[in-house]
């Protein structure tokens, strides 16, 4: 019976583990710039005192593309707002963004999260050079302000 019984968990054993050729942790397999980004996102709810208004995500592009992104400061933002008509805004350290680029759920950015939805916005939001600290403040027409703070690798 003892013999039996190895036998037939034997068996199991190999024709389970025989046919898999992928397994879970195949699907934590990043590139470099995946791991960069995982590492500098922040995301926060945009909200006031009774009731959430939207979220935000910004990935801090020079940390994830250094070569790319080093004589300015730039912000990979990805955020929903339930009110379409409202507004938002950013300032870093107190300043206005140089520019704002508006992109579309697949853009080139896109494979830095695993975040993609046609109903969110998504933008590339250039500031002057800083120093080591970053305060991106986030402002909305409804949403009580908040802020998103980065700190520099040295």
């Given amino acids: 019976m003892k013999i039996l019984f190895s036998f037939l968990i034997v068996n199991i054993l190999v024709l389970f583990s025989g046919c898999a050729d992928r397994n879970a942790f ?3 397999h990043l590139t ?3 791991e960069l980004s995982e590492d500098s996102i922040l995301t926060l709810k945009l909200k006031d005192k009774t009731s959430i208004h939207g979220t935000i995500s910004v990935v801090y592009l020079n940390k994830v593309f ?8 730039s912000f990979y933002i990805y955020y929903y707002l339930k009110d379409k008509n409202e507004t ?5 350290n ?5 520019s704002i680029e508006k992109l579309s759920a697949e853009n080139r950015y896109a494979d830095l999260t695993d975040f993609k939805a ?20 986030v ?3 409804k949403a009580a302000d ?9």
């Fill in 139 to 141: 402002k909305t027409d």
């Fill in 146 to 154: 908040a802020a998103l703070e980065f700190v520099k690798d040295k």
């Fill in 94 to 98: 107190g300043k206005k963004p140089l």
């Fill in 66 to 73: 250094p070569k790319e992104f080093h004589d300015k400061e």
């Fill in 26 to 28: 195949m699907a934590f």
């Fill in 88 to 92: 938002i805004s950013f300032l870093l």
């Fill in 118 to 137: 046609p109903w969110s916005r998504y933008e590339v939001v250039t500031f002057p050079k800083e120093g080591n600290v970053l305060k991106l403040e």
């Fill in 32 to 34: 470099k710039e995946q």
